[in-house]
Structures are given as C-alpha cells and as structure tokens.
C-alpha cells in the first residue's frame, strides 16, 4: 500500500508545530478559519484541471445554472457524440458491468470501509499531525492536538495514516514505539469511562483503589516519576463530542492529564462539532493547556473529484462518464463536502445502471455509468434527506428531537407546547450530563429546526405557548440514532 513512509517523504512545506508551540501559540492557527465552512482553495494548492471534452462541455452546459444537460448529449448509444468523444480519450479496457466480480471491485473501490491505497487531498493536514507527534516523541514530551471538522472530511482516516506513519518513522529514528490507544467515544458508556480506558491501557494490571477514580489515579501517576511510565503513549480520542457535559470538566481533565510533570501522553481529540472548540479552548487556555488546533475543512468539489478518481484507479476501467463524476462531486460539494455521501451517491448511481441492465428492454445499451444515472442516483440521495439532515444536526437540536419523541411515547400525544418541549429537554441534558441552553437559544433552535421541516411550531404572543408537531415521522428520529448509545439513552429517559 502506498502510504506515506517516513517523514522525508511528507510534504515538506509547514513549520514544525511543536508541543511548545501548541500551547502557547494557537492565536494564528486554524482557530481563526474553524467556523468557515470550506476554503476556497484545494488543500495541497493544486487545483485540478480537468482537460476532458467533457469537462468543459459540463461548465458550458451548466451555464444555464439548472445543471443539467439535456438528455441528447447524453445518450451512450454507440452512435452519440459523447460516447465518441470518451471512446477517443480513453483507451482503458472496458468495463463489463454484467461481470459480477468486476462490479464487485467497483463497490469495493467505492466502499467507504475500504481504506484508500493513497489519501488525496489531506496531505498538509497529516503532515501536521505526523510532525507534531514526531516533535513529541523527539523531545520526550507530552503534547495535546484538537483535531476538528464536518463529518465525512477526513479526520478518522487520515489520523489512522498519521498513526502507522508514526509507528514507522519511530522504528526507523531508533525511538522507543509509543503505546498506542484509540478510543471511540461512541463506545463509552459514560464519560469519565475515558479515563479508565487509559488507565487500564498504561497499567492493565492495576488493582485500583476504590476511594480513588481513575482520573484521580491518573493524576497522581503522572505526578511523580518513579510512577509515571516511561514509555510515550499516543492517545487518540474520536468522537470526542460525546464527552461534553455541563462544566466540561472530562475535556479539561483530559486535556490537562499532557500538563502533569511526568506526562508522556500525545494526546489528539477528534470532534465533528465545529463550535466544541469555542465551548472548551478558551478555558483550556487559561490554564496553560491550549492544544494545537488543526481543521479539516469540507471538501471543494474538484477534491471530491480527485479523491474518486483516485479510488477509482484501481480498476483500470472506465466506470463513471466524467461529466457524470463531475455532477456528484459538484452536487456533494455544495451540500455538505462529505466524502461519505459521495461515495454513496456514486454506489447508488451504480445501482441505477444495475437496475436498468436487468431490464430487457433496454439491456445492452450501456456499459458506464452515466450523466443521467447520477442524476437519478442524486435526487434519490438529496430527496431522502430526512436522516442525513438528522445526522447533520448540531447535538443540541438532536436532543431537542429526541425530547420530542420522548415526550410524545411517554404521554402518548402528538403535539406539545415549546415550554413543556422545554422541561424535557432540560430534563434529558440533565441525566445527560449536558450543559442545556438557555430558553432563548432553545427557542430560537427550534425555529431551524422549524425552518428545516423537521418540526412544527405553531403562532402564539407567548413563546412558551407554542404549539409543536413534528413534520417527520417518529420513527425517523429513532431510525436515525440506532446504534448511537447516547441518543438511544436520550431517546428512553422516563
Ligand atoms: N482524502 C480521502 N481520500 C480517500 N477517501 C477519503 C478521503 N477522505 C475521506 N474519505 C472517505 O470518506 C470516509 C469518511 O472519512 P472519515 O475519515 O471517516 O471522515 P470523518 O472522520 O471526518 O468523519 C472514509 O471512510 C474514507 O473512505
Ligand atoms: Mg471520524
């Protein structure tokens, strides 16, 4: 697998962001751009140039503004100019969609389980992850990184590359390997669990002291160096969201365990919400324990681009028509820069040829997916919304539905007022250990919510007065958070 092997072959361009640097710095870093929801220039700085016929031809067609072409231009029967066009630009073997083996590469090509042979497009990010590690275990100290951005960017991935390229270059620098923990905090039943995860990985067999909590434990073991170990460990919290509670004490204590004397913990947080920085950096600072902040920023349509193309070299066939790629990554750029709906919009449209292969009246007539698959494909994708916008939310506005839900099992209505609405998310956010907003940020959550189409607030003088419905089906709510253990406990508190 191509992954990038030792530092030297990392792109050689940022500053080394050294421990020292994180926690004193951070005024200059991505802090600043953390709220822009996507840059306006490609992450490496190369653009893609797209040289295809039918590149050029999609900007001319999209002049209109609709973005799409009309069904002529399309068609791939032999005769049709477009199918001329790509037949003279490719000289790729052909795809056999009927081919089961070979459709099943396409879907692993395109899976998003399937890890890359080459992450595109966030190579200055992992470079500064790599570099910040490497900077740590040189010097023999700890450091904490806050890694943050939309879902679907990158992160998870690329701090997996980050993590082999690290174990490398230490083996190859003569380095002692850390010990490496990764902990998704989906997986945590409660939030101080993270601390007894880390406790039981640096001493598996520790007998603690029950008047003790791990943290506590941790603490103290950090405080002095005949007990502390020796070895660096490299800690790497995903989700780390999931750890917010009222007073964000898990974060800060989490953070502050890399400010103990004796500390060898190079600690990276991982967080989808955008704003989490701004809800636990500043006390952070305050104590002198200001992570480097790095951001992934959402993905501009030619990445998405070049992220595809890149997956899709493996086969050595043409699957996609380019315009057709090209429609996706524009469609998935403008909503949301998520390389997950991506690559699910791209199987789906494989789906829409499938489907048209198996009918004989139309059998034969097409070997690659096309303009008009992806358009198909799209509409599905973008009409089905109702989860992803679920998914999409911010936490908040996700407790808010599942209080909704909640309240409405629990006392068997279909319709409750924004003050009751209110005492029941209050309530959740309490035996969530979430700090809840305050009555005017919840009020005006439930306008986007409102605006949204999710839910349905009725016209009163009196806020607290309002009537609220949902627009959606419960059973929406619930689908969308199955498997998700912290909304499934918001979705049954009593
Ligand atoms: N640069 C990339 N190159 C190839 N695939 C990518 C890239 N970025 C994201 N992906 C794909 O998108 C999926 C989601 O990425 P992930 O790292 O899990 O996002 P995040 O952690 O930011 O939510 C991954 O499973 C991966 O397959
Ligand atoms: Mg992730």
Not at 43 to 56: E, F, L, Q, V
Not at 110 to 115: C, E, I, P
Not at 329 to 355: F, H, Q, T, Y
Not at 362 to 380: E, L, R
Request: contains cysteine; proline residues 5%; hydrophobic residues 35%.
């Amino acid at each position: 697998m191509p992954t990038l092997r030792s530092s030297e072959t990392l792109l050689p361009s940022s500053p080394i962001a050294s421990p020292a640097m994180g926690k004193t710095d951070g005024k200059g870093s991505s802090t600043a751009n953390k709220k822009r929801a996507r840059s306006h220039s490609t992450d490496d700085g190369t653009p893609i140039k797209t040289h295809s016929p039918a590149n050029r031809r999609s900007t001319s067609s999209n002049a209109n503004g609709n973005g799409k072409v009309s069904k002529g231009e399309l068609l791939c029967s032999p005769k049709s100019p477009r199918k001329r066009l790509s037949d003279q630009f490719s000289e790729k073997p052909k795809w056999n969609p009927t081919d089961p083996a070979q459709m099943q590469a396409v879907r692993e090509a395109l899976h998003v389980a399937t890890a890359p042979s080459n992450v595109v497009c966030r190579e200055e990010e992992q470079k500064r992850i790599f570099e910040f590690c490497k900077t740590c275990i040189e010097q023999e100290r700890a450091g904490s990184l806050y890694v943050c951005g939309c879902p679907g960017t990158g992160k998870t991935l690329s701090m997996d590359r980050v993590k082999e390229n690290v174990m490398l270059w230490s083996k190859e620098a003569g380095y002692e390997l850390p010990d490496v923990l990764a902990i998704n905090c989906t997986s945590l039943t409660n939030t101080v669990e993270i601390f007894t995860t880390i406790l039981a990985k640096l001493y598996p067999r520790m007998k603690t002291n029950s008047s003790f909590s791990s943290l506590q434990h941790l603490q103290s073991l950090f405080s002095q160096s005949h007990s502390s170990p020796r070895r660096m460990i490299l800690i790497v919290v995903d989700e780390m969201d999931y750890l917010i509670t009222k007073d964000r004490a898990v974060l800060h204590n989490l953070f502050m365990l890399t400010t103990f004397p004796f500390s060898r913990c190079i600690l990276i947080g991982i967080a989808n919400a955008i704003d989490l920085a701004d809800r636990f950096l500043p006390k952070l600072e305050s104590l002198n324990c200001k992570p480097l902040v790095i951001t992934f920023h959402a993905y501009l349509k030619d990445q998405i681009l070049k992220i595809i193309q890149q997956r899709l070299m493996v086969l050595g066939y043409d699957v996609f028509q380019p315009l057709a790629l090209e429609f996706c990554a524009r469609k998935v750029a403008a909503a949301s820069g998520d390389m997950r709906r991506a690559l699910g919009v791209c199987r789906s449209a494989i789906e829409v040829l499938e489907e048209e292969l198996r009918d004989p009246s139309k059998q034969g007539q097409c070997n690659i997916v096309t303009f008009d698959h992806m358009d198909i494909a799209i509409s599905k994708a973008f009409k089905s919304t109702v989860i992803n916008t679920i998914h999409s939310l911010p936490q908040h506005q996700q407790i808010i539905l599942c209080a909704l839900v909640n309240f409405f099992q629990q006392f068997k209505k279909n319709a409750t007022t924004l003050g009751e609405l209110n005492r029941s998310y209050v309530q959740i956010c309490k035996s969530a250990h979430v700090p809840a907003a305050g009555t005017l940020e919840f009020t005006n959550m439930c306008t986007v919510l409102n605006d949204q189409g999710l839910l349905k607030l009725g016209k009163s003088k009196e806020d607290k007065l309002k009537r609220v419905t949902l627009q959606i089906d419960s059973s929406d709510i619930t689908f969308a958070f199955k498997g998700n253990r912290f909304f499934q406990n918001c979705l049954e508190q009593r």
